[in-house]
Every structure is written in C-alpha cells, then in structure tokens.
C-alpha cells in the first residue's frame, strides 16, 4: 500500500525559505518520476514540480521557477522540496504524489507566508 507522507510546512515571512519532506513506502521509489502539488483554499490543487525518476528532470511550473527546487534521495526513499523567496500566493497545502500513477493522496503539509 503506498504511503505518502509530508512535512516541513509552516509559518515564514515573505522572503523566507522552507524545506519540504515526502517519505514514502509501498511502492518502488526509484521505478518513478515523482510531483509536488499544492493548493490553496478555494483553489483546484496545482502541479508545482515534477522530478525524474533518477533526478536528472525537473520541471517547475512558471510561478516557481529559479524559487524552488524540487530532488529526491533515493536511497531514503524521500522527495524535497526547497523553497526559497517564498510569497504570500506561495500559501498552501502542499502534496506529494507519484508521476503516471495516481496513489492515495497524503495528508499534506501546510504553508503560510504571512508577515
């Protein structure tokens, strides 16, 4: 059964930086290219990043590009997802997923920039 748990999330000022963790299990890790979502409330969920299943591609959505870096530790069987000069539109639940199969979403970790 795939699991999909993230964490990192919380409050930061505008400019901040946060550092996003999805741990997984249930699946082989490395067999997939894996995304990060978010949304926000009121919001459909968005696709922010998109990582190879071997690192070597990214993708970022427009919003979030030369801000974020999405990677991944194989070895650990964990995603990231870095986040610097965060904004306020940056607020969200962000979401972990695997690329080509839809698993069960986790929880979410939740974001907040605000001063």
């Known amino acids: 059964q795939v699991q999909l748990v993230e964490s990192g999330g919380g409050l930061v000022q505008p400019g901040g930086s946060l550092r996003l963790s999805c741990v997984t299990s249930?699946?082989?890790?490395?067999?997939?290219?894996m995304a990060w979502y978010r949304q926000a409330p009121g919001q459909e969920r968005e696709l922010v990043a998109v990582?190879?299943?071997?690192?070597?591609?990214?993708t970022y959505e427009d919003s979030v590009k030369g801000r974020f870096t999405i990677s991944r530790d194989n070895h650990k069987n964990t995603l990231y997802l870095q986040m610097n000069s965060l904004k306020p539109e940056d607020a969200a639940v962000y979401y972990c997923?695997?690329?080509?199969?839809?698993?069960?979403w986790g929880q979410g970790t939740q974001v907040i920039v605000s001063s």
């Open positions: 990582i190879g299943s071997d690192g070597s591609y990214t």
């Open positions: 997923q695997l690329w080509g199969r839809l698993a069960t």
């Open positions: 249930g699946f082989t890790f490395t067999d997939y290219p």
